[in-house]
Antibody, heavy 121, light 107 residues
Framework: QLQLQESGPGLVKPSETLSLTCVVS??????????WGWIRQPAGKGLECIGY???????YKNPSLKSRVTISVDTSKNQFSLKLSSVTAADTAVYYC?????????????WGQGTLVTVSS | DIQLTQSPSFLSASIGDRVTITCRAS??????LAWYQQKPGKAPKLLIY???TLQSGVPSRFSGSGSGTEFTLTISSLQPEDFATYYC?????????FGGGTKVEIK
């Protein structure tokens, strides 16, 4: 059964870079069946898709964040990562990694448990 | 960007009630819509995909319908464990977008 687990610092200073990793277990990240995504949720607010990556390295990023987002994959470690640069308080959120089914209109399932990242000095 | 408008944003209901949540898209998205349930402090859980297909393991009291711009999630008989926030997600256009959520609370 596919499982995802996020990790990374819970506190990041303004203007610095947020870095998170998602480890995939129960299956290989090098599969054509999934894309590997990041979604975030500010406290008490809705969900925003940040972007996702295929195991080959091709990525999609939300245009609203594109200039600040880097998504990468490490197939040897069965994990993928998110970097968000020049963070502000508005980037404070719970960050989820999730697997997106690689079909037209594919949905996200499963999700990691989420990790809270606070941007504060 | 495709806007998804959920209604109501909040509803109060009793155990056993039939509950319907609507998700309207700002333009047609075919049937590329999913529904999620989220409880406090937890990740969203997939309930429905492709607008009407029940995810494995999800109780049959949940159902989804619709295509194009209007979609509904129905809970046929509300159970205590169903009190949560529900989100729709459109998967037809980039960027993928979520509805604002519907919080279902106990009356």
């Amino acid at each position: 059964q596919l499982q995802l687990q996020e990790s990374g610092p819970g506190l990041v200073k303004p203007s610095e870079t947020l870095s998170l990793t998602c480890v995939v277990s129960g299956g290989s990240i090098s599969t054509s069946s999934y894309l590997w995504g990041w979604i975030r949720q500010p406290a008490g607010k809705g969900l925003e898709c940040i972007g996702y990556i295929y195991y080959s390295g091709s990525t999609y990023k939300n245009p609203s964040l594109k200039s600040r987002v880097t998504i990468s994959v490490d197939t040897s470690k069965n994990q993928f990562s998110l970097k968000l640069s020049s963070v502000t308080a508005a980037d404070t959120a719970v960050y989820y990694c999730a697997a997106r089914i690689n079909v037209v209109g594919g949905w996200f399932d499963p999700w990691g448990q989420g990790t809270l990242v606070t941007v504060s000095s | 960007d495709i806007q998804l408008t959920q209604s109501p944003s909040f509803l109060s209901a009793s155990i056993g009630d039939r509950v319907t949540i609507t998700c309207r898209a700002s333009q047609g998205i075919s049937s590329y819509l999913a529904w999620y349930q989220q409880k406090p402090g937890k990740a969203p859980k997939l309930l429905i995909y492709a607008a009407s297909t029940l995810q494995s393991g999800v109780p049959s009291r949940f159902s989804g319908s619709g295509s194009g711009t209007e979609f509904t999630l129905t809970i046929s008989s509300l159970q205590p464990e169903d009190f949560a926030t529900y989100y729709c997600l459109q998967l037809n256009y980039y960027p993928l977008t979520f509805g604002g959520g519907t919080k279902v609370e106990i009356k």
